[in-house]
């Protein structure tokens, strides 16, 4: 049986951490509103342009001269996954599902006989990955650490994958992240960049024949800037709803963690004092034996 200064340590020690657990749940929720309403306005946008590319895209298909973003190469034997997760731990299941999702998907592009390369966004995705595919790592790059998502970082990130892409060092590009729900829920979403997928049914406007486009000033003009920049616009869609996720789903996860602790708190304080009753029962049982024994 522990004495009682080791449960009066216990006690402290998990005090100190509810403490912190709490801060921290404090500090994300804070967080959580400005990401959430970042990631909520940049949905309609993206959407809109992915579903107008979309459409484009089938209307394209088989002809000559498509842009490889749009249409892709023709070829479909490498693929590069890029997958958005934090940099910081403590927030629960948030890194792991991703993990487990790009996982799957490795496992059945590999099963498939393609090849798979990784860009993984974030250091948690990046360590996850590295113990059973470190050779197909690219490169690793950083996140944005809980901080605001600068548009840059997609730039960056979508100008190297629009590169490798022309260069025809990849045939499909698809995006793995976090779709964030609310507050408890985050879901695992597959995006595929390149080539575009072909609308569904769902999406076709009027009574099933797809949209016409008129070029302005001319076709090739419009989508050498129009394909970079949806690229460059789903990553940072991506992004930020990763990061309204990381900081939702870190506020459960310390909300659940402070709660645990104060039920921790809880069973130990009545150990001690039951420990505290039983010591003190035990020194007057001698001290009565003793009278009795003079």
Do not use: C
Not at 18 to 43: D, P
Not at 255 to 271: F, P
Not at 276 to 290: D, F, H, M, P
Request: glycine fraction near 6%; proline fraction near 4%.
């Amino acid at each position: 049986m522990p004495s009682l200064k080791d449960l009066k340590a216990r006690i402290t020690s998990v005090k100190s951490t509810r403490k912190i657990t709490s801060a921290m749940k404090m500090v994300a929720a804070a967080k959580l509103r400005r990401a959430q309403s970042r990631a909520e306005a940049a949905r309609p946008y993206a959407e809109a342009m992915q579903r107008m590319l979309a459409t484009l895209a089938r209307s394209m298909a088989g002809r000559d001269g498509a842009p490889k973003l749009l249409a892709g190469n023709g070829r479909d034997q490498t693929h590069l996954i890029v997958s958005v997760t934090s940099d910081r731990g403590l927030a629960g299941g948030f890194n792991s599902n991703i993990g487990r999702a790009t996982r799957r998907l490795i496992q059945q592009r590999q099963a498939e006989g393609k090849t798979v390369k990784l860009l993984p966004v974030g250091r948690k995705g990046a360590d996850y990955l590295a113990r059973e595919f470190r050779e197909q790592i690219l490169d690793r790059i950083p996140g944005s650490a809980g901080k605001d998502v600068p548009f840059s970082a997609a730039e960056a990130l979508g100008a190297r994958i629009a590169e490798m892409v022309e260069r025809d060092e990849v045939d499909v590009v698809t995006l793995v992240f976090n779709r964030f729900n609310n507050v408890m829920s985050q879901t695992p979403t597959e995006v595929q960049l390149v080539p575009l997928a072909l609308p569904t049914n769902d999406n076709v406007v009027g009574d099933g024949s797809e949209a016409t486009y008129e070029f302005e000033p001319d076709e090739e003009t419009i989508l050498a800037r129009l394909l970079p920049r949806n690229l460059q616009i789903q990553l940072y869609r991506a992004m930020l709803e990763s990061a309204a996720g990381e900081q939702g789903a870190r506020m459960t996860a310390m909300d659940s963690a402070t709660r645990n602790a104060g039920k921790a708190i809880d069973q130990l304080t009545q150990k001690y004092n039951r420990t505290r009753q039983a010591n003190i029962t035990k020194e007057l049982i001698e001290i009565i034996s003793g009278a009795e024994a003079v």
